[in-house]
Each structure stands twice: as C-alpha cells, then as structure tokens.
DNA sequence: GTCTATACCAAGATAGAC
DNA sequence: GTCTATCTTGGTATAGAC
C-alpha cells in the first residue's frame, strides 16, 4: 500500500483510539492493532507520539471548519445558529473526532500540546465572530453548548440513557433535528 | 502527624497535579512530591492510584455540592442563577478542583472511572433540576456554560489574554462580580 | 514499505526496616 | 507512620532485516 493511504488509516485509527482513552492513556501499540500495522510502524511514520496527536488534533480540527463553512456558503440565512449545531453533532459520528480534540482542551498545561489546543480553539471562535457573524454572547452559547456535548460523549452519558434524569438532560444537551426543523419554521425557542 | 492530617495534604496535593496532568499523566511520584511524602507512602496510604483519583473526584463533587447548598440556603431570591455562576467560578481558585473533574469526566471509557464521572455529573443535574428549582433549559445553559468555564481553564486559555479575541471570549465566558451586580440590580442580560 | 527483535526507561506497587 | 530499596511490567523508540 502506499504510505500516504497507509498514513490515513493510521490517523484514522488514532483518532479513534485517542478518542477513547487520551494522550496519555492511549498506547502506539493499540493504534497500531487498530490500524492493522505493526507498532513500530507508527511510530516511524510519524517519529513520536506526541506528532501524532498533534497531526489528530490538526485533522479534527480541518473537518471541523471544513463542515461549520460549508454549513455557512450553504445557508446564508437566519437558522444559521441552528443549522451549525446540527452539524455539530453530526460530527460526533466521525469516531474520536470531537473527543480528541476534547483530550487535547484538558492537556493545555503540557506545553506543546496546549499551544495547538488554545491555537485549535481560537480558530473556531475567530470563525464564529468574524466569518459566521455570531456576536461574543452568541458565539459563548454555541461554544458552551459545544462543551457540554463533548462532555456527555466523553462521558459515554449514554450509556445510563434508562435514568429519566439522564434521558431529559441528554435530550436538552443535543440538538435534534427536530429542533432544526421548528427553527426552520421560524417558532420561539 | 495524624494520618489523618497526612491523608488530606496528600488529597489536596493530588488534586491539584491530576488537574494538572490528568489521571493517567500524573504519577504517584509527583503527587508525592508535592505533599512532600515519598512515593510508596502515598500508595500505600490510598491502595492504588486509580482509587486516590477517585477519592479527589468524590472530595472535589463534596465541595462543589456544599458551595452550591450553600448559594441556595442563603440566597432564596430571584438572581440564584448569577449567585451561583459566581460560586462556580469561585471553586476555580482551589486547585485543581474543577480539572480534576473535567479530567474525569472525558475519562467516561474507563469502567471504573466513567461510572464515577457520570454519578458526580448526575449529582449535580438532580441538584440544579431538584433542589435549586432550575428548568432543564436552564440547567442545561448553567452546565454548558460551566462545561466551557472548564475547558478554557484546562486550555490554559489566559495566557494568551494579550490576545483581543481571546480577551473577548474570557470576559463572555467568565461570570464577572459586575455581571452579578448588574443582575442583583434587576436589570437584563 | 513493513516487519521482528530488542534496548531502555519510567512508573506502580511491594517488602521490609526503623 | 514513614522511609529506602527494589521488583516487575509495560511502553516508546531504535536497529536492522526482508
């Protein structure tokens, strides 16, 4: 197989793998079994552990703006709100994607890690206030409405769906699409 | 010393390294360290460092819970949301207490961990939606705003405040003593 | 491009002295 | 109650063959 394709399963794998257990917890020998490679083969296609989850990092974050502006070119109206945060959660189905970005949120007293996260995070809000024109109080709602997601899903909350507690905070976490479509319909929150 | 005595030094030494490196990223040998003990000593003192985390979770879930019983006892008025969004923030000053439970809580894979972190979470959402009368719209925005509070602590988002957007984003997210003002004045949002 | 074998180190935990 | 010494495991990274 050539490297470049070899290069996306692993990253691929890592994210998901990273995803699961951190930086910290995840080992390149578990990326390498999900990868279906040897483990130092990982480790000599991206030279350490940490570039490699700074290369997941980068690539969460290129998908993340990469499905927020095309949700933007497509809609140029007013449920803008709405439709960026459906297509938030649609990237919880990209497995690792929003989970390692979380990892890497948590790790900012590690000095290379932290400067790619803050720089990460930065991105996305200059995004929201001065390409998508959410204003500061706009732009803090959606991004804490983003923590909350990622926090449920780094909690596997859904796994005690069965709790009515549970099942009513998921539901008010999440976007639905439902909630999409009474937006769509121009209603009152 | 008590045991006793030696055991909370060893807590709050613990607390504050796994808010500053995660579970799996902090070692015996620094929380060691920092309570100036040797390293057996302090897993000799817990059984293991899986069940010292999970002690500093359920210590920092106590403090959290008797900081916010204690915003609802006193406050019984209009403005409870502001009162204890200031209480929150406050809980930011003893270290480590609020990244050790978001360290925890994106940890939620981990069996033994995971099962911790989403009790704690429930904890609190039985809380605001039970005892302090809040709507799950409500807590929701409470928890989301707190869920982003965390994430720029764990990012480390204040070293960069030279930053006008990063200023802009810190002084949205942050609830201020004048936002709280402004609220026990009865004015809106 | 990919593997096997392995060096090397760090970390959690235990034994046992004082 | 607290330490020093140490066992043991597991993980990253390297060397080098195919």
Redesign the interface.
């Known amino acids: 197989m050539r490297s470049e394709d070899r290069r996306e399963l692993i990253l691929a794998a890592a994210m998901r793998v990273f995803g ?6 995840t080992t390149t020998a578990e990326i390498a079994r999900a990868a279906e490679v040897s483990q130092p083969y990982v480790v000599r296609m991206f030279g350490t552990k940490e570039k490699l989850f700074i290369e997941v990092l980068g690539r969460a974050l290129d998908l993340l703006m990469q499905t927020f502006r095309g949700v933007v070119e497509q809609a140029d109206g007013q449920d803008l709100h709405q439709r960026i945060g459906l297509a938030y959660v649609e990237l919880a189905e990209t497995p690792g994607l929003l ?1 390692s970005l ?2 890497g ?6 000095p290379v890690i ?1 400067r790619e ?2 720089r990460g ?2 991105v996305v ?2 995004f929201l ?1 001065h390409e998508a024109g959410f204003s ?2 706009e ?3 959606f ?3 983003g ?2 997601i ?2 449920m ?5 859904a ?2 769906l069965a ?1 009515p ?2 099942r ?2 998921m539901e ?2 999440f976007p639905t699409k439902l909630d999409a479509m009474r937006g769509l319909l121009g209603e009152q929150r």
Chains 1, 2 share one sequence.
């Open positions: 699961d257990s951190g930086y910290v917890g989970l979380m990892h949120f948590v790790l900012g007293n590690d932290g996260g803050r995070f930065m809000y200059r206030r500061a109080e732009a803090n709602q991004l804490s409405g923590m909350l990622n926090t899903i780094g909690l596997r909350m796994e005690d709790d507690d549970v009513e905070l008010t976490a």
